[in-house]
């Protein structure tokens, strides 16, 4: 994800809310467990794993970047906003705003399970071309604990939405829980 500030120092909020959790009907080794087949009963929200954190553009979770988000699909897209940059907490470097004529970008991964950390060593470079997770891999081992049929045919689908407020007369700027 890039976020892009053009002329003025800002506050950035992120958001992502789940606004569906399609069961797309059940197959019969899934029926054979769930067989409640409520439309909007999927059970994938619950078996995906997600982390994000504070990238430098290459999407490989590097030694020295941060994690600032991670969690059950369920329990952490819940329509809250995250801060990403605030004047109590700034993903990148601690504190302040984005600043203006920038851009900054959110790396994020997600398996079927829990992931373990394993980073990849730093390049400095961002994305070149020949540095993204294809090629140095994606700085986590995914557990990819097994599920079973309970998720067969299921989906989900979020809103990820992002607020910008200029840091210019607005010092005390937090994103509201």
């Known amino acids: 994800i890039s976020l892009h500030v053009n002329n003025n120092n800002a506050w950035v909020c992120m958001n992502v809310k789940i606004t569906s959790t399609l069961e797309n009907g059940q197959t019969g080794p899934e029926d054979l467990i769930d067989p409640t087949g409520n439309p909007n ?3 994938l929200q619950e078996n995906l794993y997600f982390k994000f954190w504070a990238d ?6 590097e030694v020295g970047e941060k994690i600032f988000k991670r ?3 369920v329990d952490i897209f819940n329509g809250v906003n995250w801060t990403i940059a605030d004047s109590q907490k700034n993903i990148w470097n601690g504190t302040g705003p984005m600043t203006g004529n920038s851009v900054k970008y959110i790396g994020k991964a997600w398996c079927f399970g829990d992931m373990n950390e394993t980073p990849v060593a ?8 020949s540095n993204g997770p294809l090629v140095r891999g994606t ?3 995914c557990l990819g604990e097994r599920i079973g049929n309970i998720v067969q045919s299921d989906s989900i689908t979020a809103d990820v ?3 910008v407020v200029q840091s210019r007369n607005n010092a005390k700027f937090v994103c509201a829980k």
């Open 161 to 163: 939405s992002f607020s």
């Open 122 to 129: 730093q390049d400095g470079f961002g994305k070149t071309g």
């Open 56 to 61: 430098d553009g290459d999407n490989v979770y």
């Open 139 to 141: 700085g986590f081992s």
């Open 41 to 43: 009963g999927g059970e």
């Open 71 to 73: 969690g059950w699909a």
